[in-house]
């Protein structure tokens, strides 16, 4: 298994806006750990390219989703300074493969964060800002059929994002209980709380940090983390407009083009 | 709309009286009769009404059903349900429930609506509702279905009080003033494990515009919204099972928490 030719193929992948296949069609044992190098090597691929790191993402947030894939833990990927779509911008869909919004809680840090220790009120002391956000997703496997490692490898199928024009204090209120009502061109998708992303948004956001000091990395000041989905992700395609609109957050809207 | 003719509404009523009484649960009504539908189902619930007030029940408000687009594509309507409730029903914040009082019971967590001023349909908005409304509180609806294994239509359910066992509020009644009851998000727990949430939004959209819904509703049968009547305006989620040892707990941001404790016959 040649690493650098797995990353190779996924960034072609998104290149040409043209899926693969699993890469555990082919190496059958691919692990985890292994798909967080081949993630390392996309990301590193990118920034050498001229991408510049901006934050993270976390997916497989939710018990649901964990009992889906059949595993016990949430899962990360980079986000790039390209994916940020400016609240107001069109996703413009033929950018993406098979793009997908997620409504999310986006913390932007006021101060760098690793170490193996670190908790949920560790990540709120640290957190300048909260914004609600729309997270696009697009993997670069048909269908979106993969095993936890493809998804691993293919930078857990960051895409985009957007965030709100309205940040927030993340102090003097339960992110746990925050609202979220998702729609797609006016008509619900869902609705959810904060409790959703693995109990509460911050939570995750730990988590995210003592998993990367495992690998010896770490958040910096000014990056933006989005702590996981509040609900299932929808389908969007030209014509659509998706909105998230948070209690006390505010709310963010994305045109697809 | 059937043939439904008024002995045999009569007779379900019957039916599903005692099988409240003796927690027996009976075959779907559409058995009998496949064609039912949901106007037959309010027919039946009307006569059952009547019995249980006769009996000494008083009714403290209502409750809606099928606030879901879910739910409703899944008994293949496209609008609400609704029955009222009776106060001999309604529980407290931690009150013990007891699980033998119930055949087949399940609990979702709502919005509750509690009015100051009366609300007249037809043409009442949820507008109208935010100036009638006194405040929100925080509920836990137990429905129950008197048919046996929940196989129902929606005749069925609509004759069986829309499915409702009892209700559970807080104490609360917190103003609407700034409040945006569709953004009110919610946390249900079940042992102290999240099992789901929701946001005010769940419920047709808007509580507010569920309870204009049945004011609406009522109204061409000759029925208004007293002031005082709480409205219990649909489940924020899906809804979860209950056994004896359970402790179910949802939390509202701005309302606050509702506890129930789920015993068995021993305790």
Not at chain 1, 4 to 25: C, F, K, Q
Not at chain 1, 219 to 233: F, K
């Amino acid at each position: 298994m040649n690493k650098t030719e797995l990353a190779e193929r996924l960034i072609r992948a998104a290149s040409d806006r043209v899926a693969t296949t699993p890469l555990t069609d082919d190496f059958p044992d691919l692990d985890v750990d292994t798909a967080y190098t081949i993630q390392d090597t996309v990301v590193e691929a990118r920034r050498a390219s001229g991408a510049v790191i901006v934050g993270a993402k976390l997916g497989l947030t939710s018990k649901a989703k964990q009992e889906q894939m059949n595993v016990d833990e949430p899962l990360y990927g980079w986000l790039s300074h390209d994916m940020h779509i400016d609240t107001g911008e069109p996703l413009v869909c033929d950018r993406f493969i098979q793009p997908r919004c997620e409504p999310e809680i986006a913390f932007l840090l006021g101060e760098d964060l690793s170490g193996p220790d670190v908790s949920a009120a560790r990540v709120i002391a640290a957190t300048q800002l909260v914004f609600p956000a729309i997270d696009v997703l697009d993997s670069r496997f048909a269908g979106y059929s993969f095993t936890l490692p493809d998804v691993v490898a293919d930078n857990s199928s960051c895409a985009g994002f957007i965030l709100g024009g309205q940040g927030s204090s993340p102090t003097n209120f339960d992110m746990r209980l925050t609202g979220c009502v998702f729609e797609k061109n006016g008509s619900l998708i869902a609705t959810a709380s904060g409790a959703a992303v693995l109990g509460h948004p911050a939570t995750s956001v730990a988590w995210l940090v003592r998993k990367l000091a495992e690998r010896g990395q770490g958040l910096t000041a000014g990056h933006i983390v989005l702590a996981g989905s509040m609900t299932e992700a929808v389908a969007v395609e030209p014509g659509d407009v998706v909105t998230a609109r948070f209690d006390r957050l505010g709310t963010v809207e994305i045109s697809c083009i | 709309m059937t043939s439904l003719d008024r002995q045999q509404a009569k007779n379900f009523a019957d039916a599903l009286y005692q099988a409240r009484r003796t927690r027996t649960p009976i075959d779907p009504l559409t058995e009998h009769l496949p064609d039912l539908g949901m106007e037959d189902g309010y027919a039946v619930q009307q006569l059952l009404v009547e019995r249980l007030v006769a009996d000494g029940e008083v009714i403290s408000g209502y409750k809606l059903g099928l606030t879901s687009a879910p739910m409703q594509r899944l008994l293949g309507v496209n609008q609400p349900d609704f029955s009222p409730v009776f106060a001999s029903t309604v529980h407290e914040d931690g009150a013990d429930i007891r699980v033998d009082a119930f055949i087949a019971p399940r609990v979702e967590a709502e919005i509750a609506v509690t009015l100051d001023a009366d609300l007249s349909g037809p043409h009442c908005a949820a507008a109208d509702v935010y100036q009638a409304t006194r405040g929100l509180t925080a509920a836990i609806e137990i429905v129950d279905s008197r048919i046996r294994d929940w196989k129902i239509t929606i005749a069925d359910t609509v004759a069986d009080l829309a499915s409702n066992g009892a209700i559970a509020l807080g104490s609360r009644v917190v103003p609407l003033d700034s409040l945006d009851p569709r953004l009110i998000g919610m946390v249900f727990t079940k042992n102290g494990d999240v099992v789901a949430t929701g946001a005010g939004a769940a419920a047709l959209g808007d509580p507010l515009a569920a309870v204009a819904w049945l004011a609406n509703t009522l109204a061409p049968l000759g029925a208004h919204l007293p002031a005082g009547s709480v409205i219990m305006t649909g489940a924020l989620h899906a809804m979860v099972p209950i056994q004896a040892g359970d402790t179910f707990r949802a939390e509202f941001d701005h309302l606050g928490p509702i506890t129930l404790k789920v015993v068995g016959e021993e305790e």
